[in-house]
């Protein structure tokens, strides 16, 4: 593998199975979401002309090269606070972070879901690929490797369980009213039915595209925190952070779990970081308090997140 290549997208649809690569010449994982640190890549002459390889070769090139093992794997319900979370983590240049890397998606659920039906030893070693290449020790500086996952890859919590049995698991969630009011306000993938395969969350497809979206969202997150609930009670290398906490002591309790060093400059600049809206750095954040009267449909989510609060 050349240095400053990366795969980011299988090509889940072409007959061999094609792994597409990019150059990404001394860019670093500093916008919100990986898919926008490519973009801003495509630019580079090297990348005029699409270079591709098959699924094999990203497998037996993946540990040809150096590369960092995963700090931690971050684990979130969405809108809860994890991309202002990696936007602060990736100021420090100790970190390596990749937030929410399509080509992971492609190689946990893509190859879950492809016609291709590549067998469950091919699809670990796959995953595994992935996650080396993606972290390439490219700068001597680099010691960590933090990478932030889709919501919907709470599905797939013991398939990475067990391909890395000791790497800390970081869980992220919020009050599930004010992430249902995100999601209404500004929809993401997994808050449109049908987006994200239905068999999935265990869903029946035709009776989800009945329901008006913040019903269905909160279905959604009943499934996320069933997940959690099950999980802190067996997993105890993990850390569970509620955005009710306050960024900076979520930060904190990151920082001592991960046994992370963080210099005070670097610190500071982080502090002020929290200024500003997590996918709009340029934008200063406000959120006006919801109204305490939540509708039926919610109490079940709300019942369980008052649980994980408190355990």
Not at 52 to 79: G, W
Not at 244 to 266: H, N, Q, R, V, Y
Request: aromatic share 12%.
């Amino acid at each position: 593998m050349k240095k400053n290549w990366i795969p980011y997208q299988i090509d889940l649809n072409s007959l061999p199975l094609r792994v597409k690569w990019i150059f990404i010449g001394n860019k670093t994982f500093t916008e919100p979401f990986f898919h926008e640190t490519t973009s801003k890549c495509r630019v580079f002459e090297e990348n005029q002309n699409p270079i591709y390889s098959s699924l094999e070769e990203l497998i037996s090139q993946s540990t040809t090269f150096e590369y960092l093992e995963p700090t931690c794997f971050i684990f979130h319900v969405s809108r809860c606070g994890s991309t202002l979370l990696t936007q602060l983590l990736s100021i420090d240049p100790q970190n390596i972070v990749v937030s929410e890397p399509p080509i992971l998606d492609d190689a946990l659920r893509g190859l879950d879901f492809s016609a291709s039906r590549v067998d469950e030893e091919t699809q670990n070693l796959a995953i595994k690929a992935v996650v080396n290449h993606l972290g390439q020790r490219r700068f001597e500086q680099q010691n960590n490797y933090i990478i932030k996952l889709d919501s919907w890859h709470i599905f797939y919590y013991d398939k990475l369980r067990k391909l890395y049995p000791d790497t800390p698991f970081i869980f992220s969630f919020r009050r599930p009213d004010e992430v249902i009011r995100s999601q209404v306000r500004e929809c993401g993938m997994h808050a449109a039915p049908g987006v994200i395969q239905p068999q999935l969350f265990e869903f029946n497809l035709e009776e989800i595209l009945l329901l008006e979206r913040p019903v269905y969202v909160a279905k959604v997150l009943e499934k996320y925190f069933e997940h959690y609930l099950e999980i802190i009670d067996k997993d105890k290398n993990t850390l569970f952070i509620n955005y009710a906490e306050g960024t900076l002591t979520i930060l904190d309790k990151i920082e001592e779990f991960l046994k992370l060093k963080i210099e005070p400059s670097i610190k500071q600049k982080m502090v002020d970081r929290t200024q500003f809206h997590s996918k709009r750095p340029n934008t200063v954040f406000e959120e006006k308090p919801l109204n305490d009267v939540s509708p039926d449909y919610q109490k079940k989510v709300l019942e369980m997140y008052e649980i994980l609060s408190k355990k």
